[in-house]
């Protein structure tokens, strides 16, 4: 019997990798959490940004000290700098990237010329990470924005939808699973289908196919604002399923920094989408993430920023300083100080966390129902997920207190109340 060790970094793109990664093992071989009792070891890394790629080296080397084990690592960091790797570190046994996953299998099995039960990654084929009641959902591949400040198309190549039947197959077999909560994950969810020949179809085709499926909740992660449509609005308006929570990255909230991103939107266009989504749906969680310090940014595209998370009220703000990143159209513009981008990132979060409170506090009184995540630290406490707040731990919690004990996977209803700057909690009802 061989153990296998495998560490995922990065985003749930990346986590849907590993787990069709982990099904490609199968008799002779078995799964384990102890890097210490494997004979191979996987590090599927991220590339994205600097700190990811530290993190990656970081945890490389890390892994290199459990000297049984071979060695090898894939992902981000191995498909945008190859050659590189391949040169500086010969301790690594097996470099994969991206492109040549479709023989990873084959890869590994040079490994263990011996061993034979090693079979190509399959979407359909996964081994589940999280919770036994939710999983990611990947609709598609790369992106084709060719935003200024971001790598991705250049790592994951241009837009490729999956086959729409392909998906509806790997949700029946999630449900099979015990799957009752979704997320649909991409780069950019709401271009599905724009790739295909011929008559296609569409994000919304898609969504009204999942729609009827008989999930609990689908949650749809990473919206372009600019492609979102008014039968998109009308769909997640009646649907009985779909979160109603957007996930929007705006990633400025001023024009001239937006036009220089690269990016399509408009902040008067982004915020009659938000308008228009809150009209449809009064209670809705919306999400963004900004750029601090993209070159260009002035002192009046600061105080632009700041007066748009005002206006927009977002609940949940995550805001990262900007990474310099070659191959990237942002690398070559003349960059600003890192003092100058970790004080407006300060600035920024200080004010979505005034706007998150405001938000909070008008939640009190509301009924939230969804899954019981986890134990809180006192008897009787727990921390729910609801339409409200995403499965990968970025946004607040919400603590509860029961009477009743509850298990995690538990559906519960809960009157939120009390409020936080990212928080709320309340009672079970």
């Given at each position: ?132 009641f939710s999983a990611y959902l990947r609709i ?107 996930d929007i990255p705006v990633q400025s909230g ?176």
């Amino acid at each position: 019997m061989r153990y296998v060790a495998l560490l995922s970094l990065g985003c749930a793109k990346n986590l849907v990798d590993s787990e069709m990664m982990l099904s490609m093992f199968e008799d002779g071989f078995q799964l384990t959490l102890d890097p210490s009792k494997a004979d191979l070891i996987i590090v599927n890394t991220c590339g994205f940004i600097a700190s990811a790629k530290e993190e990656s080296i970081r945890e490389i080397f890390r892994m290199r000290q459990y000297k049984k084990a071979k060695l090898v690592v894939v992902g981000c960091l191995t498909e945008r700098y190859y050659e590189q790797l391949v040169r500086e570190m010969g301790e690594v046994d097996l470099f994969v990237p991206i492109s040549d996953y479709p023989h990873l299998h084959q890869r590994i099995k040079e490994l263990f010329p011996e061993d034979n039960q090693i079979v190509e990654m399959n979407p359909l084929r996964r081994v589940l990470s999280g919770p036994s009641f939710s999983a990611y959902l990947r609709i598609s591949e790369g992106c084709d924005h060719f935003c200024a400040f971001c790598a991705i198309p250049y790592i994951r190549g241009r837009y490729k939808s999956r086959d729409m039947e392909e998906v509806l197959e790997e949700a029946r077999i999630l449900q099979s699973k015990g799957i009752r909560e979704i997320s649909l994950i991409s780069q950019d969810p709401a271009a599905y289908g724009k790739d295909f020949k011929g008559h296609k179809p569409d994000f919304c085709d898609l969504l009204e196919r999942l729609d009827v499926m008989g999930f609990d909740s689908i949650r749809l992660l990473y919206l372009y604002p600019s492609e979102l449509s008014d039968r998109f609005v009308e769909l997640v308006r009646d649907s009985k399923t779909i979160a109603h929570y957007f996930d929007i990255p705006v990633q400025s909230g001023s024009d001239k920094v937006l036009h220089s991103m690269n990016r399509p939107d408009t902040v008067e266009n982004n915020l009659r989408l938000i308008a228009k989504l809150r009209e449809a749906m009064p209670l809705a969680a919306f999400r963004t993430t900004l750029i601090a310090g993209f070159p260009g940014e002035g002192e009046r595209d600061v105080a632009s920023t700041l007066d748009f998370l005002e206006k927009a009220r977002f609940d949940h703000v995550g805001v990262f300083s900007y990474s310099r990143e070659e191959g990237t159209l942002g690398y070559k513009m003349r960059q600003i100080p890192q003092r100058k981008k970790e004080e407006r990132r300060i600035a920024y979060l200080q004010k979505a966390k005034e706007v998150s409170l405001k938000n909070n506090l008008a939640r009190i009184g509301e009924t939230m129902e969804g899954y019981v995540i986890a134990h809180g630290k006192k008897e009787g406490e727990y921390l729910l997920r609801s339409y409200w707040n995403a499965p990968d731990e970025i946004d607040g919690n919400i603590t509860f207190a029961s009477k009743t004990p509850l298990k995690v996977g538990d559906k519960a209803k809960v009157k939120i109340t009390a409020a936080f700057y990212h928080d709320l909690s309340g009672e079970a009802l």
